[in-house]
């Protein structure tokens, strides 16, 4: 029986070079760092793949160079937790204003965005109970619309209490 292979010497290009090259060895390739300016959009979730076509490794024999793929990991932010589409943080209210119910402005989460939220607390708020502001969460990865922001109730008791206060919630009791 017959076998043909590639060349060993000079795998498959028909030449060998003269002398071999004190960079890449003969291998006819260097490894270099290179910058790539990649687009991330809005509402992509950690774990995903972005592909930057014609970014990758020079293609052999002076073909096309592949794709960059670049997989994604999001940073944990100080006062935010992502749940899919939906931001969820807490909300930190006095007792007198989870008791009486108040309007609070809060900060957008959206770092383009400078505008302040304003928030409803419904009297009666208990430690935990969710208040749900619709459309200003997550941006859709693939769409119009955004997520949730939901606040979680958390209320502040203080752990020392004037005379006057004592007196107020023992009459309030």
């Known amino acids: 029986f017959v076998m043909s292979t ?3 010497v000079c795998r498959g290009r028909g030449a060998t070079a003269k002398a071999r090259c004190g960079d890449c060895h003969g291998a006819g390739e260097v490894e270099r760092e290179q910058k790539a300016s990649i687009v991330i959009p809005a509402g992509i979730e950690e774990g995903q793949t972005l592909r930057v076509t ?3 490794q020079p293609g052999t024999r002076g073909g096309p160079a592949g794709n960059l793929l670049v997989r994604i990991y999001l940073k944990d932010h100080p006062i935010y937790e992502r749940h899919g589409e939906n931001l969820v943080r807490a909300l ?4 007198p204003d989870a008791a ?7 900060d ?5 965005s400078d505008k302040k939220l304003k928030v409803k607390v419904p009297a009666g708020t208990q430690p935990s109970e969710t208040i749900h502001l619709p459309g200003a969460g997550v941006p859709h ?30 009459e309030l009791k």
């Open 100 to 106: 009486l119910g108040t309007t609070l402005e809060i």
């Open 141 to 170: 990865l693939r769409g119009r619309g955004r997520g949730d922001l939901i606040l979680v109730a958390r209320v502040a008791v203080p752990k020392k209490v004037s005379r006057k206060a004592k007196k107020l919630l023992n």
């Open 6 to 8: 590639t060349c060993p």
């Open 108 to 112: 957008d989460p959206d770092p383009a």
């Open 92 to 95: 930190d209210l006095s007792f």
């Open 54 to 56: 014609g970014k990758g």
